[in-house]
């Protein structure tokens, strides 16, 4: 059937819908379009306003990593519900909606933590003068996405590299800090919502910490599927694989690709919450390879057993380790873990460095502590 004819058969149908009712067919306009709520809009005194549509809902709040808690969302007229915050400390925070019991992001918002389940938005409260987080004029470094197949756990792996200003311009070799997520977040977490490599660009601009590399790998080398909380044995050997993902296949990766330092003094190890544990456990098993070891807001299950190697010879860990640096939060839930682990190493006489500092679980706090530790290694 040509063109022609199928333009012929077009006219008959409408002429035949025209005599039919005496009328021409209907028009049909298009559903007007509803501009979502300006959300979230921090005002100039850092108050913040949230909003989200949501006709059917019944209750609505909204929940972030400020102090405080959950926030009650009243409904309008528009039938958008709206909160104000604040005023909040100039930082980056992540929060999201509870609708009738469902979390969910904030849909006005582009900004998304990344995460192996996203459901955290970004809001980011600027600092005048800009904060050590903050993008400032500095030199700036690169950050690189390096893919490579784990040979130990037989797949498809990713990290995150960070390379200081100058890497490319020069034939040096630098040290290297191996920076851990937490979990529940993936190897783009540290630099996309820690802003790990702004963080060293600053440092290092400010002359306050070495030109070093930052490699984030993903903490998650076991990818059971499950739902709910994961179990010890999972915790257990998620650890287990990644220390052997990291030791055989990352490390040497990296430092066959890479003009970095191969001696234990130039390199550190540090991590948050799950990558705290971590750092702690791989770090104080391995004194020969790692110098620097750094734990924030950690959680290091059975201690005795997870450091055994370190506790049973006091004396050749302090020889080895340079830095032994662990911080957590007053109100973190994990306060108890890292007091037990303070004092287990008192007993032994194993030199450390252990922070109480005020705040709890979450990101404003982890992005000080690395702005505290990396001025402290190499």
């Known amino acids: 059937m040509n063109s022609r004819t199928l333009l012929s058969l077009a006219c008959l149908s409408s002429l035949f819908s025209l005599r039919a009712t005496g009328q021409p067919p209907p028009a049909t306009n298009p559903p007007a379009f509803t501009p979502p709520p300006n959300s979230p809009e921090v005002h100039a005194d850092r108050t913040v306003t949230f909003r989200v549509r949501a006709p059917k809902a019944s209750v609505v709040s909204v929940s972030g990593e400020w102090p405080g808690g959950a926030k009650t969302m009243t409904k309008g007229d528009d039938d958008i519900w709206s909160a104000s915050i604040g005023p909040l400390e100039p930082d980056v925070y992540g929060y999201s909606f509870s609708i009738d019991g469902f979390r969910t992001l904030d849909p006005a918002n582009p900004g998304v933590k990344p995460m192996r389940s996203p459901t955290t938005s970004v809001l980011e409260v600027p600092g005048n003068p800009p904060r050590i987080w903050e993008f400032q004029d500095v030199p700036h470094g690169e950050v690189r996405l390096q893919s490579y197949n784990s040979k130990s756990l037989g797949r498809l792996r990713h990290l995150r590299l960070y390379t200081p200003p100058g890497y490319d311009q020069n034939s040096r070799r630098y040290p290297v800090l191996y920076l851990f997520h937490g979990s529940g977040d993936n190897e783009a977490t540290w630099t996309a919502f820690g802003r790990a490599h702004w963080i060293l660009d600053n440092l290092i601009g400010q002359g306050k910490a070495k030109p070093m590399l930052i490699v984030m790998p993903d903490g998650h080398a076991t990818a059971p599927q499950f739902s709910g909380m994961?179990?010890?044995?999972?915790?257990?050997?998620?650890?287990?694989?990644?220390?052997?993902?990291?030791?055989?296949?990352?490390?040497?990766?990296?430092?066959?690709?890479?003009?970095?330092?191969?001696?234990?003094?130039?390199?550190?190890?540090?991590?948050?919450?799950?990558?705290?544990?971590?750092?702690?456990?791989?770090?104080?098993?391995?004194?020969?390879?790692?110098?620097?070891?750094?734990?924030?807001?950690?959680?290091?299950?059975?201690?005795?057993?997870?450091?055994?190697?370190?506790?049973?010879?006091?004396?050749?860990?302090?020889?080895?380790?340079k830095l032994l640096w662990i911080a957590c939060g007053k109100d973190d839930r994990l306060m108890e873990n890292a007091r037990q682990l303070d004092d287990l190493l008192k007993q032994k006489n194993i030199r450390h460095v252990f922070l109480e500092t005020e705040g709890n679980h979450s990101w404003p706090v982890w992005r000080r502590y690395l702005a505290d530790f990396a001025p402290l290694l190499f």
């Open 230 to 321: 994961p179990t010890a044995n999972m915790i257990s050997r998620n650890l287990s694989d990644f220390e052997r993902d990291l030791l055989e296949d990352a490390l040497p990766l990296v430092e066959a690709n890479y003009r970095v330092r191969k001696d234990a003094a130039g390199r550190a190890l540090a991590g948050l919450s799950m990558g705290g544990g971590q750092s702690l456990t791989i770090g104080l098993s391995h004194p020969e390879l790692f110098s620097w070891v750094g734990g924030f807001s950690s959680y290091v299950r059975n201690p005795e057993t997870a450091v055994a190697k370190a506790l049973a010879n006091p004396r050749a860990t302090n020889k080895k380790l």
